[in-house]
């Protein structure tokens, strides 16, 4: 008789931020249940104005509701309501392949990994909007250089998460840029994580984007730069520091040539100026150097609080 206690199956929650939609709610809905017979799919409704949450009920989801508008408002609520060991996160547009989820979820528990994210590879032309694909590649680029990670689609919307990741994750975006705070929090945080190539395919008939171009890109940008100063101050102010010390050097130098030939310093305000922006320029590294140290503390103490939760697919 083996007397060895069996380990616990690992409950799933599938997490659905909706608005608007109606036209492809059902399928996703379908799909998850079909595919994942053991989840709970999970339908967050933000406001919609069509039978978006009546078709998830009755598709079979657990409907709720969050009334601050946005993306990341939607997935706060979620993080912070819903327990399990695992979390399917996906879009109610019915655009990623649910038939995908069982071997995410399968590499995130055998590995035992923080998250899986779904990178898009388009089956349809139409799959991506205009502007889309470039603004996902510009967008990934730069967190990439920034945070020193390969990272090939920052800005899915589809990822498998563990317990530990949600629950250590202090998310501050209020829309689309939950997912570029996904993955700063997981490089930040030295997660172990993933990626895996997923079909992505084009919206259903009577399914719109809510995503804007180029507003929800500056949005992105502007958080992309304000994780850069939160995360990595000495890099930001650092580059900030050189720019200023470089243009400041590049106004000097004409009037050291002068000065040098003629003994006369004729441009004042040049001098001034230049003087100035070199100023700024170690004030800039300092605030840099002493905010990194700051950081480093923070940095400590969100990591202790991420080791206290067990990993994915440990028997505790």
Same mark, same amino acid.
């Given at each position: 008789?083996?007397?060895? +206690?069996? $380990?616990? *199956?690992?409950?799933?929650?599938? #997490?659905?931020?909706?608005?608007?939609?109606?036209?492809?709610? *059902?399928?996703?809905?379908?799909?998850?249940?079909?595919?994942?017979? &053991? *989840?709970?799919?999970?339908?967050?409704?933000?406001?919609?104005?069509?039978?978006?949450?009546?078709?998830?009920?009755? $598709? =079979?989801?657990?409907?709720?509701?969050?009334? &601050?508008?946005?993306?990341?408002?939607?997935?706060?609520?979620?993080? $912070?309501?819903?327990?399990?060991?695992?979390?399917?996160?996906?879009?109610?547009?019915?655009?990623?392949?649910?038939?995908?989820?069982?071997?995410?979820?399968?590499?995130?528990?055998?590995?035992?990994?923080?998250?899986?994210?779904?990178?898009?590879?388009?089956?349809?032309?139409?799959?991506?909007?205009?502007?889309?694909?470039?603004?996902?590649?510009?967008?990934?680029?730069?967190?990439?250089?920034?945070?020193?990670?390969?990272?090939?689609? !920052?800005?899915?919307?589809?990822?498998?998460?563990?317990?530990?990741?949600?629950?250590?994750?202090?998310?501050?975006?209020?829309?689309?840029?939950?997912?570029?705070?996904?993955?700063?929090?997981?490089?930040?945080?030295? !997660?172990?994580?993933?990626?895996?190539?997923? *079909?992505?395919?084009?919206?259903?008939?009577?399914?719109?984007?809510?995503?804007?171009?180029?507003?929800?890109?500056?949005?992105?940008?502007?958080?992309?730069?304000?994780?850069?100063?939160?995360?990595? +101050?000495?890099?930001?102010? =650092? #580059?900030?520091?050189?720019?200023?010390?470089?243009?400041?050097?590049?106004?000097?130098?004409?009037?050291?040539?002068?000065?040098?030939?003629?003994?006369?310093?004729?441009?004042?305000?040049?001098?001034?100026?230049?003087?100035?922006? !070199?100023?700024?320029?170690?004030?800039?590294?300092?605030? =840099? #150097?002493?905010?990194?140290?700051?950081?480093?503390?923070?940095?400590?103490?969100?990591?202790?609080?991420?080791?206290?939760?067990?990993?994915? =697919? @440990? @028997?505790?």
């Amino acid at each position: 008789m083996n007397d060895e +206690p069996k $380990a616990r *199956a690992a409950s799933v929650a599938v #997490l659905v931020p909706c608005y608007n939609e109606a036209a492809a709610i *059902a399928t996703v809905v379908g799909d998850f249940r079909r595919l994942l017979p &053991q *989840a709970r799919v999970y339908v967050y409704d933000n406001n919609s104005t069509d039978d978006t949450p009546g078709i998830a009920a009755r $598709a =079979g989801a657990i409907v709720r509701n969050e009334r &601050q508008q946005g993306k990341g408002n939607v997935v706060r609520r979620m993080f $912070a309501d819903i327990d399990a060991d695992v979390y399917v996160l996906i879009d109610g547009d019915d655009t990623y392949e649910a038939a995908a989820a069982p071997r995410l979820i399968e590499r995130l528990m055998a590995e035992r990994l923080d998250m899986v994210t779904g990178v898009r590879r388009e089956v349809a032309k139409t799959a991506y909007r205009r502007g889309h694909r470039f603004g996902n590649w510009l967008l990934t680029s730069l967190v990439r250089w920034t945070f020193s990670a390969h990272v090939v689609d !920052m800005l899915s919307g589809y990822r498998v998460l563990s317990r530990r990741f949600v629950k250590s994750f202090p998310t501050q975006a209020t829309g689309f840029g939950i997912e570029t705070e996904m993955t700063v929090h997981g490089l930040e945080m030295l !997660m172990p994580v993933a990626e895996m190539e997923t *079909a992505y395919k084009e919206r259903p008939p009577g399914s719109v984007s809510k995503l804007n171009t180029f507003r929800d890109g500056f949005r992105i940008l502007f958080l992309i730069l304000t994780l850069a100063k939160e995360e990595r +101050p000495l890099f930001f102010f =650092g #580059l900030i520091a050189l720019s200023l010390a470089f243009v400041s050097i590049a106004l000097s130098i004409p009037i050291f040539i002068t000065y040098f030939e003629t003994g006369l310093v004729p441009r004042f305000p040049t001098a001034i100026l230049a003087t100035g922006l !070199m100023i700024l320029a170690v004030l800039s590294f300092f605030s =840099g #150097l002493i905010l990194d140290t700051v950081t480093r503390g923070r940095w400590e103490t969100k990591r202790l609080s991420y080791l206290q939760l067990p990993p994915p =697919g @440990s @028997s505790s």
